[in-house]
């Protein structure tokens, strides 16, 4: 063996060394980097041909178990996911108060009652009167405080979406631009450790936001997709887009979440026609989403039956009531019936004008089985204003019903048969065209129309409304525009059970009372409407298809919207009704007294009284008392947030567990890192020694030479 060779592999053994103490190096000092993942160096002998030439750096590895990464990855995914959760729900929770609050709503329902009882004593009584108006408003105010606050937990989840994008999107650039630059280092010089730890890092990040899973290539590049197979990183870059509205209503319909390839040479984005909403199983994303399209919209929908079964019993108790004296006139909610709709009303009514003493100056009983369902309200108009000599007015204007007395020291009452109450829908005739309502609010609460197949449709031809069907996830299912045509409601639910259109996810009938009902069809039992225009108008009266009969994912929350007591009642206590008019009593007699206390008896046992509740959010329907369903709606509340701080403790612990197994495995262990230091600087000095003995060889070549 030369001289030369003993340098070279001496040479050799040096820079070997030298390479394996850099990597010990890098490993000490990210000793306690989470996630760091250690560097080994693998050597090899160099030979050329038979002769040896010393050693080399083989490959410097990042080490790795890609069962453990991934476990990381789902664990940390899931943490992300209820980690928001949690937090959300624990803001919920503050806003609506502990149940045994003295101002939440189980304390505000509580005091309706006490004041009622107390009113109940002494109807003439302004305080008390007025302690009832309170009440009723206090309640109003604190439901919709509560639905505002919920809306404005949706906008905030949908802000955060942005949000989450926006870093996915950059974790998505730096994870592409680190490919190409892993997979020259590895052909250049094959140590790569460095942006392998980097990207390492990114993918930890992301799996925080949305789940991943990920594949290795040979040549050190790394594919990325959603568990479900989404592809967001390989060749071509990728970016997400979310459009958030900024606010939230119950009926906003939030953009979905769009994926693009990036241009390499413009930079302009191409659609790939992809939605990643419905493809997306943890991470905060998933949380948010969760939040935003179905756990929020859940309690919105809840308490707006709430609003909604608590202002129909109590509206159906002020309309069969009157105040003393009785207003001069009453003028009912926007019904969207014209004077040709046919009346479909059952029972007997009576309309009576009544001077300021109480007693009855006309009146007009209309027995409505006599006069037939299908007679037109024209006709009733007409008999009631005949009965009534001119002492009042009965008319029906751009869907509106109003009833005034000629005489402005006169008012008017609309009074129901104790024995056989006037009914359309499930409510009285006052109720229906809301003539006396004590709560009012934007959008009516009861979609029960009265209204039979047969009957004339009433709108406009030509009209459109264009209808979303969409999953639990926000994904759209499908479309369709709806255009009216034909001439009775018979013709509509044709249309709309069209198997080309809607008819492909759900079958559309109209139920006894008049109120729509919509079936999902196998498959699309988690489907909902989404109403995105509608230009139809029904009499006249600019009422909607879907607002006449209330379709869309909204209805139930928006029963909320501008809920409150009347104004007028607001401003004068005793044009609250706590009386009943004596439908017996004859023209000329008193049928109206100041103590007469059984509208205020009536309102008294509500309170008590089961009804049945609809269907809404997490709760099926069911029977029970207003008290009863406001604990099943603050307990759906507290469940969730309980398992949403559950299920974020369980993914942290885990999260701590997998990712205490991986650093096990791919760690740095410092007592390890120590001996391979002393092994490699012994290696480094031997190789050192050797190469000065080849020097002194050659210095004393020389000097003999010489």
Known sequence: ??????????????????????????????????????????????????????????????VTDKFLESAVYAANGDAGQYDKMAEFHSRLQGLIGSPDSNSGLAARLNDITSAIADVTADPADAVRRRAVIDSVQSMTDEISRISSDIQQLRADASNQIVETVTTINSLLERIHSLNPLIVRENMISGNSGGLQEQRAQALQQLSQLIDIRTE?????????????????????????????????????????????????????????????????????????????????PALAEELGELARQFTEQINAIHNASTAVPPANALTGRQTSLATSDPLHFTGVSTFAVVD????????????????????????????????????????????????????????????????????????????????????????????????????????????????????????????????????????????????????????????????????????????????????TNRAGTGTTISSFFGVGHSVKASAVTGLGVRDDIISDPYKLSLAKLDTGAAIGETALGTG???????????????????????????????????????????????????????????????????????????????????????????????MTTARDMYDTLLTVIQ
């Open 1 to 62: 063996m030369s001289i030369s060779n003993i340098l070279h592999m001496a040479y050799t053994g040096l820079s070997a060394s030298q390479t394996v103490m850099r990597s010990i190096s890098n490993n000490v000092a990210n000793v306690n980097t989470e996630g760091y993942g250690r560097e080994t160096v693998s050597l090899q002998a160099l030979a050329y041909g038979a002769n040896n030439g010393g050693v080399q750096v083989a490959a410097i590895r990042r």
């Open 216 to 296: 290795e290539a040979d040549d050190g590049s790394v594919q990325v997709a959603t568990t479900t197979g989404v592809v967001l990183v390989d060749q071509t870059l990728r970016q997400l887009e979310y459009l958030s509205p900024g606010s939230a209503a119950p009926e906003t319909n939030f953009s979905q979440i769009k994926i693009y390839n990036l241009d390499p040479r413009t930079n302009q984005k191409v659609d790939t026609g992809t939605v990643l909403d419905g493809d997306i199983r943890s991470g905060r994303l998933k949380g948010l989403l969760t939040l935003r399209d179905q756990q929020l």
């Open 596 to 690: 007469d206390q059984r509208g205020a008896a009536a309102l008294r046992d509500f309170a008590n009284a089961a009804f049945t509740f609809e269907a809404a959010g997490n709760i099926a329907s069911l029977s029970g008392t207003l008290s009863q369903y406001l604990g099943f709606v603050l307990g759906d509340s507290a469940i969730m947030a309980s398992q949403a701080s559950a299920s974020s403790d369980d993914a942290k612990a885990l999260l701590s567990n997998v990712t205490k197994r991986r650093d096990d495995y791919s760690g740095v262990n410092l007592d390890e890192e120590l001996s391979n230091m002393l092994i490699y600087q012994n290696s480094y000095s031997a190789a050192a020694r050797l």
């Open 356 to 535: 300021a003493n109480g007693v009855i100056v006309a009146k007009s009983t209309v027995d409505f089985d006599a006069l037939g369902s299908g007679t037109p309200i024209s006709a009733l108009l007409a008999q009631v204003n005949a009965d009534l000599g001119g002492a009042g007015t009965l008319s029906l204007t751009n869907g509106q019903l109003s009833f005034s007395a000629t005489n402005s020291g006169n008012g008017v009452v609309i009074a129901d048969d104790e024995t056989n109450p006037s009914d359309r829908g499930g409510r009285g005739f006052s109720h229906f065209f809301g003539m006396n309502d004590l709560i009012v609010a934007d959008q009516t609460s009861n979609y029960n129309t009265g209204v039979q197949g047969s009957d004339a449709h009433g709108f406009t031809l030509g009209g459109t409304t264009y209808m979303q069907v969409r999953d639990a996830s926000n994904r759209l299912v499908g479309d369709y525009t709806l255009t009216v045509a034909g001439a009775t409601f018979d013709d509509l639910l044709t249309q709309l059970n069209d198997p080309a259109g809607m008819g492909r996810f759900m079958t559309f009938s109209l139920d006894a009372e008049g109120q729509l009902i919509s079936t999902p069809k196998p498959g699309y039992e988690n489907a909902d409407i989404r109403v995105v225009s509608d230009t």
